[in-house]
């Protein structure tokens, strides 16, 4: 009976964190601002309280504040880049979850790539050297006396 | 390729790899750097936690160095941080508190109990001027120099270590620099 109980409460408890989402505030979207634009923006950004969630799914206070700081910079009439932009110059790039592309970053963006031109550099070399291998390595006179070895039914070729 | 170049070169790769790995278990991911460090202070006007008739602004704080510490009655690391800023300030460091999205009776009677460091305490109630100085957690400590530049911020709470090992060095050297 007891596991039974717990094995119940356990799928209940998995469940409602499951269904858990952020409280989101119920903003005015019949003026400014539009609904979609907004919710595909605070998707993008991410909470610095728990970091592996956006604005967007944060329930944490902090979260609830940026939330009303993005809407209201929308509300003026600001576009993404500079809501962007404003969360930026305040918490550095990390709010960002597409970061920029610049020299800190080079090695974030293009390193994937320059890992895969080393891989197919030295996938051409080995080709190479093994289509090399394909003569046998023995000289002219090697091969006449191992054809001849060959050849014959006695082990030393007479 | 010289034949040893190829069979040392996995090897010096593999040692590349694992100092970068070694180095990434080190560092703390909830420490996201400041983009405000060596810039101006956002500027801000608050009314007083003691006097909500009376405002404060950070030029309130130039000319001298300034801690500008962010602190909350519901912030349990900040309880534990206090007393170290009560010994700060009876060193003579200057220290200016932001209580952060807090509630003033709380806050006055936080003071009361444990005592009070700050010179003064700006009162930010909707957290808006935490957020223009990118706060996200609390407690955090922000040195400013004579100019009103951040030169330095100190996420979680202070340790008698920090402030030995950087804190006082940092005020130091800052002491020296022209207002």
Known sequence: MMPRKLLF???????????????????????????DRYKNLIAQL?????QNQSLADSDAELAHDLRREVWELMDQG????????????????FVLYKPPVKPSTYILWYGPFALLAIGLLVLLRILKSRSKQTDSGFSAE???RLKKILDSDRPDGK | MPRFVRYLAPLVAFIALAG???????LDPKLVPSPL???????FSLPLLQHPDTLISNSD????VTLFNVWATWCVACRQEHPLLMQLAKQGVRIYGLNYKDERAAAKRWLQMFGDPYLANAFDEDGRTGINWGVYGTPETFVVDKKGIIRHKVIGPLTSESIKHELLPLLKQLQEEDG
């Open chain 2, 61 to 64: 704080f130039k000319g001298e």
């Open chain 1, 78 to 93: 600001k576009s993404d880049r500079e809501v962007k932009d404003f969360l930026v110059a305040r918490y550095g790039d």
């Open chain 1, 9 to 35: 409460l356990a799928i209940l408890l998995t469940t409602f964190t499951g269904a858990m989402a952020a409280g989101l505030e119920a903003f005015d979207f019949s003026g400014n601002v539009n609904e």
């Open chain 2, 37 to 43: 460090i060596d810039k101006p202070a956002p500027a």
């Open chain 1, 46 to 50: 991410r909470c610095l309280v728990c």
């Open chain 2, 20 to 26: 970068l790995l070694y180095k990434g278990l080190s």
């Open chain 1, 142 to 144: 090697e091969q006449e």
